[in-house]
């Protein structure tokens, strides 16, 4: 079930389409095109990646891709920001862990 | 790297309230113009603003933010023949020598701009305080709290605790009880309010507490907030306050990068929250193609961006050679006199960094 403002005073959503993606292996709901990000804390999850020393769990920070906080392995790119990565229909998203590791078949 | 190179006569860094003034006003006088932004949507803040402006008619007072937001793409699309927008687009590179830009299309697509003339207008990032736990999961900035709730429509959580008090703080603790999220608190380590009375009063009204003088000491919780403790800065008397976000609305600083690679003469300004461009009336910085308008260039508040955006995109069309109506320089520095009356600050800061002329120098 997303979490989502059902009635607002002011303001009206105009949500796109639900895709499906994956999180972790799990299934979940999210509008196309709408961030990463945003369609992962409508499904309640708040940790999105592990620092590398510490091993602290970060999350969702300051939503205009400077900080650096939701860098999530997204189709096995790692360091992708996901509050400004729109979401597309059957995409696997994961919680990063340390630096992630750049794919050895990647073009480019 | 593609090898393509799109030329046009101005690049506008930034689609926000100045960003989108500054397109606007050039494009009508026939200026080939692209505006890039970062963000997946164009407005900028002006988009998650629910709240009624004030200032003068002029910049829409008495409008809605988001409101101000169509009008001002309205006016884009009038002018869609001269301007082009890039959205999830970041400028990531200024090379002086051959006035180039590179830019960012998503994760990974890179290209090159090169621009006749740029207008800076990429706006502000938020301040964040130290202390333990800071990085928890929950702990987020107000402007993401405002995207996450204005924008896209999620709840982003069940108890909100504000740090801060001046108009972000204030109005971002209304918009959340707007969303119907629980505020428990507004803490404020000055010892009065610093944004407008009006925005108090609204959630003083709805019976949310706004402690002055009192600071957060640390977030609590594992894997997620759970509570913070704030602390009374006089006193020393801690308490704890239940949350699961702790919402930080402590300021915000010109986003500047993009100036420093231009080579811009840059000041310190506290009044202005952090460097800033030396520039003139016309906002001219030192870069002779390079212009700045909005928090970018002190951070204030976006009816004045409004207006310096207007100022820079006339300029820089009047240094294309276009046939600008000149008298508009007047009309928009007389706004922005009416605008700043009252902002002693504002007028005190922008007193360190203005040039009559450059070519004085």
Partial sequence: ?108 | MSSEIKKTDLLVVGGGAAGLSAAAEAAAYGASVIVLDSDLHLGGQLVKQTHKFFGSKDEHAGTRGFKIADILMQEIEDNKANIKLFTNTTAVGYYKNDSMVTVMHGEDEYYKIQPKKMIMATGAQEKMLPFPNNDLPGVCGAGAVQTLMNVYGVIPGKRVLMIGAGNIGLIVSYQLMQAGVDVAAVAEFLPNVGGYWVHAAKIRRLGVPILLRHTIKAALGTDYVESAVVQDVDTGECENIECDIICMAVGLTPTNEILWQAGCDMRYVPQLCGHVPLRDPKLRTSNPDVWVAGDAAGIEEASSAMVEGRIAGLAAAESLGLNINKDKFDVYHARLDDLRRAGEKIRCGLAQVMIDDWRDQ
């Avoid at chain 1, 196309?32 to 499904?43: K, R, S, T, V, W």
């Avoid at chain 1, 999530?72 to 790119?77: E, I, N, Y």
């Fill in chain 1, 1 to 108: 079930m997303l979490q989502l403002i059902k009635e607002h005073p002011i303001l009206r959503f105009s949500q796109g389409k639900l895709v499906k993606f994956s999180f972790d292996g799990k299934d979940m709901e999210g509008f196309e095109d709408e961030p990463i990000a945003m369609a992962l804390h409508a499904n309640g999850v708040r940790t999105y990646r592990i620092t590398p020393a510490m091993k602290r769990p970060r999350g969702f920070f300051c939503a205009i891709g400077k900080c650096s906080s939701c860098f999530m392995v997204v189709d096995g790119v790692p360091n992708v920001r996901t509050c400004v990565m729109p979401l597309k229909e059957g995409m696997k998203v994961e919680t990063q862990t340390g630096k992630g590791s750049i794919p050895m078949d990647a073009e480019g």
